[in-house]
């Protein structure tokens, strides 16, 4: 990588506004249909990691490490595109997802539970 690239990238990582631990939440997106898949955080380095190897790495709050998806079940997430909200706290990755997205087996985290909320625009 060149050394304008790589001010280019340190640049874009520089744009987020990290929380007090170093992290930022990142939510799972399949890009095509926009399906939310998950949520999960990243530090600087994960989104680095994100942005130029093309497959999504995160770091795991519970076990304090890296973790690249899908490097032991096989349910890889191939990056499409980064976005970072107007606060720049949270960051938007739309996915290719092979297999489920979920460590539970479902293709997508929000699946588990329905809140049962009011319909705001029928209720």
């Known amino acids: 990588m060149s050394e304008a690239s790589k001010s280019g990238l340190e640049a874009r990582i520089a744009q987020v506004a990290w929380n007090a631990d170093g992290l930022a939440p990142a939510i799972v997106q399949q890009w095509d249909s926009r399906e939310v898949l998950m949520l999960a955080w990243?530090?600087?380095?994960?989104?680095?990691?994100?942005?130029?190897?093309?497959?999504?790495?995160?770091?795991?709050?519970?076990r304090q490490e890296y973790w690249r998806k899908g490097d032991t079940s096989g349910n890889i997430q191939r990056i499409r595109e980064a976005r970072l909200d107007c606060d720049g706290d949270a960051i938007l990755l739309l996915v290719d997802q092979t297999g489920p997205a979920c460590h539970t087996g479902t293709r997508t985290c929000f699946d588990a539970a329905d809140l049962e909320a009011v319909d705001g625009v029928t209720g």
Request: positive net charge; aromatic residues 10%; without cysteine.
């Open 42 to 62: 990243l530090d600087a380095e994960a989104l680095r990691r994100t942005l130029t190897t093309g497959r999504v790495t995160y770091w795991s709050r519970s």
